[in-house]
């Protein structure tokens, strides 16, 4: 059984960061991917970042040069940093888990390859 849980998020102006943590429940976080996405209302959830068990990273055209992916598998934690953010990066991001399929990383942002999701936190910026 696998529960996820995002925090960090809030309301900041145009330029501003935030640092989302997802912390998750599992016995073998060190075999699955950890990605982000998000959502707008009337809007499909969109891959902003995921990194993979071996470290690899991946990045929407988006989210590339302002934010950075990480995971510590001791923690069972994913970290999603967000520099220069811009309104139109305001949306709930989800943090989703999926088993990795090791040198394949063609569908790391793609939601329909994760299998389970955290609540969601609201980033908002003006």
């Known amino acids: 059984h696998v529960q996820l849980v995002e925090s960090g998020g809030g309301s900041v102006p145009a330029g501003g960061s935030l640092r989302l943590i997802c912390e998750a429940t599992?016995?073998?976080?060190?075999?699955?991917?950890m990605g982000w996405f998000r959502q707008s209302p009337g809007k499909e959830r969109e891959g902003v970042a995921a990194?993979?068990?071996?470290?690899?990273?991946r990045y929407a055209d988006s989210a590339q040069g302002r934010f950075i992916v990480s995971r510590d598998n001791a923690e069972k934690s994913s970290t999603l940093l967000m520099n220069s953010l811009e309104p139109d990066d305001t949306a709930t991001y989800y943090c989703?888990?999926?088993?990795?399929?090791?040198?394949?990383?063609?569908?790391?942002?793609?939601?329909?390859?994760?299998?389970?999701w955290g609540q969601g936190t609201q980033v908002t910026v003006s």
């Open positions: 990194v993979d068990t071996d470290g690899s990273t």
């Open positions: 599992i016995d073998t976080a060190s075999q699955i991917c």
């Open positions: 989703g888990t999926a088993p990795s399929l090791g040198d394949e990383k063609w569908w790391l942002l793609l939601p329909e390859y994760y299998n389970h």
